[in-house]
């Protein structure tokens, strides 16, 4: 039977007389297909070292993917014990361009006993926020669910809501009868929250197949404001710990305090010597390579929706810091942040000593333009300057002997440059057109995530291009207990997908 | 039979052909009936909570004392239940001085696991110091046992080694024939390694009793050369608990780093302020109140062995603080020490985190003339006037949003104001007279120790004049595991007992 009228069928027995509209008139016709698909997958553990699950995950993506007939196969690393990523791809005859859908189908680890009414990989429904007290709800046969409930399981929002709006978009293309503007490729990842380790490997193996005018990484959440985003970078990241010494052994405070080093109070000087009392790093160099933001990326933070008073208020801030910046000027920024500080004991356990060491971990992010190892170099030459012998390693005899200040200083692994894409790329207005021609809103154009993603990698390994397209809800608890994904955000990222499948492309 | 009679036989049947004509010689005589008497005294356990066995120490010290006709009994506490002092009296007709002797029989807790080839409470003997790789021996009956030997057990030192010395020398006293030049009496407590809590109550209770023109405190170290030394004051101590706050919750560093204030860079920058680059406190009137030293106690702590430069040698310190001032006359000053600083983690366990809070402990050591309510009133001061809005307990969320800065300063229980005698006293000055008749070198007289012991209690209960003459070898242990008296240091110990009961009291 041709394939039209196997649709005509079954689109009778749908009960749909017509084809839909729109992409939004599919996704109301076919709600609870859509959600017992995303169920399913829901219910699959995928912790990326969990192997074995990991490849049941990527089997399931598989036949959601054959069932679209998108020619799926799983793309192997070099180590076939890595989790594999499932490729996908719908050719369009005479398309001159073509865009690859990213998304991960792995997600964080996550203990049940911390999840409250339900566990990770058994979604349930909730009426609404269970920060809000909404209780679990079972969707009526029949009845479209309420938009504002909530499914409750790990990767719901991060990011198998990511692989689920990208496919139902296909889906929905299908029903209406349109093809994508592009060629369009996916690739669903399965180790992103592992640190994607494997990533470039399958990314270099694959290269050819992988060449596109730009990945859309439909990962993350949306704006705080609920208004969509278009994200256009990251920043980079890099951990560095610094260790001070004081004498060989715990020495009573009586005794010898204020006459042995403190090695506390050392360190406590030292990091007050690396920012000023705005918040500003005073490192020499630290903004030096900054690549500064262009005038459209200026216009496009002016752009968009204030949130800092919002913010303090929520988080019990009276003052934030960085002068008259505000919170979108300062992630465009290089930063440098006291994870935590370790020195002997304090309260019910802490005893008159003077300690032998303290140790910080500070994390740096990064913007386009700065090197990791060239900032972490930044940072141990301002330490030098502070009068520190600077090691890598424990402090020998002799260096204690030789040395009144010593230090420290080890990178920790990990870590990568910053990313970022320019807004004013064809590709990138074309995407922005696409999502704010499903948005009531003006679509916020944020050059750079405050956070850091590796999308560095597929810049280093087959200069690709990037943009992000997050559609989760901002509260989604991601990476926690009780991730939860917005049914709403799910709709619209329907339709976010399926705009930028078909978008015209702008010259 | 006459007593005199008595001794004459007894003295027969030990073999000595008469009176021993010196301290020293009557205890090379008696040497193992001493360390027979030390050694069952050290195997009962002696931790102050262990009711039963403190009674049982308190027992075995009233056999003691009643064997050598010091009249004992205990001196309870208004409650019951806590550790008896056991007190005794050699009175001596005419004499128009009372001298009280003090040690403690109660000690550290201590981890058998934690101790090295013997457990607290079962003493053995090492040829020498364990650190030092000396193996466990056997004192051979009727061999002298080589000076050099150490007994290892908890209390061998702190303090049943003052007990033992303050004993033996009214033992050796009687065999020499000779009266103290002071009616001497004994204090010997069951509470010091606990704080004390039931001192003053005890003190006070039997004020008549314990009048006197001074007290010596048998307890603690001899200086770090080997010198013997008179100590005529400790310094005061009071600690005090610092937080600081950011944001009501853990927020990702980067998405909100630098731009949310971080409470552990706040903790560093306000610890910073405290002090200058040389350690000296730079907190307003921390060293107003210091009564300052006198000619005699600055002679005395230019005639002290320097000790500083083999000191540093050994901790591995290159440079310490106090500018061109050395350990000595920094003891002899008020100080601030930062007993530790906890904020979120570092190393393995950090996460890119904008911690919530950082603490920080700081043990504020007092000298005469400071009183602790106050010092800690000039640190919350100080506190202020860096911004912050000061309380004691937790901030609402309306104080969160009022201030900027935010800080809970809790004083933490216990401490105590220094103590100092003056050295230029005639007791003080006989004390000296009387240690230096017994030691080949000078005398170390030290103003003051670094560290802290509650003798204010003694000031404040009955207006007693405090000496602290300690006898333990300096590298003893004390309070850790593999505690140690090195035999020489008991030796010495009774002679210095001895000679104090002996002493020419000047006018």
Known sequence: MPLASILVVATLLTGAVRPPASVREYRQNNEAKIL???????????????????????????EMMQRRGLSPRLLEAS???????????????????????????????????????????????????????????VPTPGEPVDPEWRIYARSASDDKAG?????????????????????????????????????????????????????????????QSGRKQVVFGVRGDVNVDVTVYG???????????????????????????MKDETGRVTIAGWYDDVVPLSPLERRSL?????????????????????????LLELINLPSLNVNGIRSADVGDAARNVIPTTATSTLDLRLVKGIDRERQVARLVEHVRRQGYHVIDR???????????????????????????????????????????????????RMPTLGGSLPLVIFEESIRATTIV?????????????NENLRLQNLWDGIEIMAAIMTMHWRE
């Not at 990991?54 to 089997?59: G, K």
């Not at 499932?86 to 998304?103: D, K, N, Q």
């Not at 005794?255 to 000087?269: D, E, I, S, T, V």
Request: aromatic share 6%; net charge negative; glycine share 6%.
């Open 163 to 223: 692989v689920m709006a990208i496919l139902t978009a296909v889906d929905a293309l299908h029903a209406l009868g349109r093809k994508p503007t592009a060629s369009v490729k996916f690739f669903f990842e399965g180790e992103e929250e592992a640190g994607s380790p494997h990533l470039a490997d399958i990314l270099s193996r694959n290269r050819d197949l992988l060449q596109s005018d730009a990945w859309i990484v439909c990962d993350g959440p949306v704006h």
């Open 469 to 481: 397209v997050p559609i989760a809800n901002y509260d989604n608890n991601q990476h926690a207990e």
């Open 79 to 137: 180590d076939p014990a890595a989790p594999p990523a499932v490729y996908g791809e719908w050719t369009v005859p005479g398309a001159e361009r073509t865009l690859v859908f990213y998304a991960h189908y792995d997600g964080q680890p996550a203990d049940p006993a911390e999840w409250t009414g339900s566990t990770p990989w058994a979604p349930v429904w909730r009426s609404g926020s269970l920060a809000a007290g909404a209780p679990v709800v």
């Open 394 to 444: 424990a402090p020998t005899a002799e260096e204690r002997r030789a040395h009144p200040l010593v230090a420290t200083i080890v990178q920790r692994g990990g870590g990568y440059n910053a990313s970022r894409t320019p807004m004013d790329l064809p590709v990138s207005r074309s995407v922005v057109e696409a999502v704010q021609s499903v948005s009531n809103e003006a679509v916020v």
């Open 36 to 62: 017992a698909e995303f169920t399913n997958l829901l219910a699959i553990p995928n912790v990326a070292s969990d192997r074995a699950n990991i490849r049941r995950n990527a089997e399931a993506i598989v």
């Open 302 to 326: 002016a752009e968009a929706p204030k949130v800092d008073d919002a913010l303090r208020a929520e988080l019990g801030i009276a003052r934030s810091e960085g002068g008259s910046k505000d």
């Open 247 to 273: 004498a060989t052994r715990p020495l009573h405070s009586g005794h010898y305090g204020n006459w042995a080093p403190n090695p506390a109070m050392l360190l406590a000087r030292l990091l007050t010597s």
